[in-house]
């Protein structure tokens, strides 16, 4: 399977969606919701904000490695 490299991130306090790129070489640990402003962080568990709150996981989880 190949690695997809854009996700949509979904704000939970608002509900606006962005799609957005994913970096290949570090986690986003935090994504600023162009809307509402709010900051999104990981939840617990979760190495970044697109396996949190994207519709698709970063490319090392995707590809069944370890996240950062």
């Known amino acids: ?3 997809q490299l ?3 991130i979904t704000c939970p306090t608002c509900g606006h969606n ?3 790129e ?3 070489t570090a986690c986003q640990f935090f ?3 162009e809307n509402c402003t709010e900051i999104l962080k990981p939840k617990a568990g979760d ?3 697109f396996c949190s709150f994207g519709t698709i996981a970063c490319p090392p989880i ?3 490695n370890s996240c950062c």
Do not use: H, R
């Open 18 to 20: 962005k799609e957005e």
């Open 1 to 3: 399977m190949e690695v």
């Open 31 to 33: 994504y600023e919701c």
């Open 22 to 24: 994913m970096p290949t």
């Open 6 to 8: 854009k996700s949509t």
């Open 47 to 49: 190495c970044c904000v």
């Open 62 to 64: 995707q590809e069944n």
